[in-house]
């Protein structure tokens, strides 16, 4: 298979598959992410996680304010495809032709399905069944260029949106190596999306994680999953917040206890049970305002909840 030269932009932890697969296999000349921000309780600068891989791998790295100002970098470099995952920018038309043989984007959904920036955590939201990876010729749309090749995997029952993250990561790059590799040889299929069958899966932020006791427990079991790890579902209990994880556990009745009411439950006795419009949910993993994360058993044992209690309030 030729070798290709390729220009790399994504930004976060779960681009770096796809940029070692790319990296091994072909001639990345650039890499291109987002500047680097300050974070943690310090509020340090710290390196964006693909910056951090491409220097381990001696590629040149650019962080522009704006994507067009790679522009002049990428005409003196010439890389014959842009590989695109998770950069957190749109390109614009002129950097999408900056490339002979075009951009690609991975995606992590079966598009058209989860069109937008939280593919994965709307699709156990949404209690999908499946998902999967795309790639795709990009265009100047939101996630609507042809398709190229897509790859479906199951979602588990006890899927987190982080433990899911992890598996399509791996599973972006066993699409993108195919797909360069059709691109190399001129035989990449290109497939138009029904763009009427199209689904959105908007930006979530931190305030969609507070969770409404009266939506049923199998709702509130797909935000808990779903949230994890970011933004992070969580109630109140005595008006400070307590941040809620998997695993998770649908129970039948709620005891005929009001929404939000904490249940002492003998199916699920060392997790946190709380009643829910219709059904209750038990919780494994719990994070008190303050504390450190922790099984709920530990967490009803000290200052916890007792049974009776009511969460939300």
């Known amino acids: 298979m030729r070798r290709l030269r390729l220009a790399f932009w994504g930004t ?11 990296a091994a296999e072909h001639q990345v000349v650039l890499c291109l992410t987002q500047p680097d921000r300050p974070a943690g309780r310090g509020r340090k600068l710290r390196r ?7 220097d381990e791998l001696g590629i040149e790295v650019l962080q522009p304010a704006k994507a067009d100002e790679a522009l002049e970098r990428l005409a003196q470099l010439e890389p014959e495809v842009l590989v695109v995952l998770a950069y957190g920018q749109l390109l614009s038309p002129a950097v ?9 984007n991975i995606h992590f959904s079966l598009l058209p399905q989860l069109r937008g920036a939280a593919p994965i955590n709307w699709a156990i939201l949404r209690g999908l069944e499946r998902t999967g990876v795309t790639s795709m010729f990009m265009d100047k749309g ?3 260029g042809d398709m190229i090749f897509q790859k479906a995997c199951p ?4 899927e987190t949106a982080g433990s899911l993250a992890g598996r399509l990561a791996e599973m972006g790059a066993q699409v993108l190596l195919p797909t360069l590799e059709a691109l190399a040889t001129g035989s990449a299929p290109r497939q138009p999306q029904n ?3 199209a689904t959105w899966a908007p930006m979530l932020s931190k305030g969609e994680g507070l969770l409404d006791w009266g939506q049923s427990a199998a709702e509130l079991d797909r935000r808990v999953r779903g949230l994890d790890p970011w933004p992070g579902a969580y109630t109140l209990l005595g008006g400070k917040p307590l941040k809620l994880f998997a695993p998770t556990m649908i129970l039948e009745g709620n005891q005929g206890q009001a929404p939000g009411t904490v249940l002492a439950s003998p199916d699920a006795p060392e997790m946190l049970c709380v009643a829910c419009g219709q059904g209750a949910l038990a919780l494994g993993s719990v994070q008190a305002a303050g504390k450190r994360r922790m099984e709920a058993a530990e967490f009803l044992r000290g200052a916890g909840p007792a049974p009776g209690e009511r969460l939300g309030v």
């Open 12 to 22: 976060p932890d779960i681009a770096l598959p796809c940029l070692r697969a790319a």
């Open 48 to 54: 964006q996680p693909v910056a951090a891989v491409a």
């Open 96 to 104: 999408l032709a900056a490339a002979p043989l075009g951009a690609v």
């Open 142 to 144: 939101l996630d609507t």
């Open 155 to 158: 979602i588990g029952t006890q």
């Open 195 to 197: 763009h009427a069958a």
